[in-house]
Nanobody, 121 residues
Framework: QVQLVDSGGGLVQAEGSLRLSCAAS????????MSWYRQAPGKQRELVAT???????AYSDSVKGRFTISRDNAKNMVYLQMNSLKPEDTAVYYC???????????????WGQGTQVTVSS
């Protein structure tokens, strides 16, 4: 099995910064896309940023230019550097990893437990 532990959330003021981390462990053969999602109260879970195996990235329009996603393939980790935070960024952030487990051929989605990010005005 694959387990994800995400961390780094907290309470910050507007214009502040946070760095989220997510570590994947288990019987991993390979990891494809790694992503960050977020869900605010009363809202649907939304995709924030994605990074592919080769380092290609994609961001939602609301965070483009402020957030940076990165990964360390050797350590099976993904990060989200969040700068110029706004109150509307307040949400629970979840890491998502598409991984192939040893002995399998198809990738499967795995989720972290979520980390709370709160931005005050």
């Amino acid at each position: 099995q694959v387990q994800l532990v995400d961390s780094g959330g907290g309470l910050v003021q507007a214009e502040g910064s946070l760095r989220l981390s997510c570590a994947a462990s288990g019987s991993i053969f390979s990891i494809n896309d790694m992503s960050w999602y977020r869900q605010a109260p009363g809202k649907q879970r939304e995709l924030v940023a994605t990074i592919g195996r080769g380092g290609s990235t994609a961001y939602s329009d609301s965070v483009k230019g402020r957030f940076t996603i990165s990964r360390d393939n050797a350590k099976n980790m993904v990060y989200l550097q969040m700068n110029s935070l706004k109150p509307e960024d307040t949400a629970v952030y979840y890491c998502n990893v598409k991984a192939v487990v040893i002995g399998f051929r198809q990738p499967f989605d795995y989720w972290g437990q979520g980390t709370q990010v709160t931005v005050s005005s």
